[in-house]
């Protein structure tokens, strides 16, 4: 079964940096448009990046400018880039092929002021 595994969160200061990587198992993955999303405790989980499948990116409105997606489609890798935090990134940040409807376990990250 095709796997979605996140990692790279971890505890980052307000203003520094943090890279998350997906590894996704199964070369299915590497036709299809991958997403990363976010959940804070009592909040939906929100959309805050997608790559197509040709590399077109799109963000959230709140992570323009800071938050870079990019894919490894020979690697079946994905990441997140993530600048110039904030304590408002603080989440739980899932890997997503929506298409498949699948998900990672989730990598928390937490920004300290």
């Known amino acids: 079964q095709a796997q979605l595994v996140e990692s790279g969160g971890g505890l980052v200061q307000a203003g520094g940096s943090l890279r998350l990587s997906c590894a996704a198992s199964g070369s299915v993955f590497s036709t299809v448009t991958m997403a990363w999303y976010r959940q804070t405790p009592g909040k939906q989980r929100e959309l805050v990046a997608q790559?197509?499948?040709?590399?077109?990116?799109s963000y959230a409105d709140y992570v323009k400018g800071r938050f870079t997606i990019s894919r490894d489609k020979v690697k079946n890798m994905m990441y997140l880039e993530m600048n110039s935090m904030r304590h408002e990134d603080t989440a739980v940040y899932y890997c997503s092929a929506p298409f498949y409807d699948s998900w990672g376990q989730g990598t928390q990250v937490t920004v300290t002021s």
């Open positions: 790559i197509t499948a040709g590399g077109r990116t």
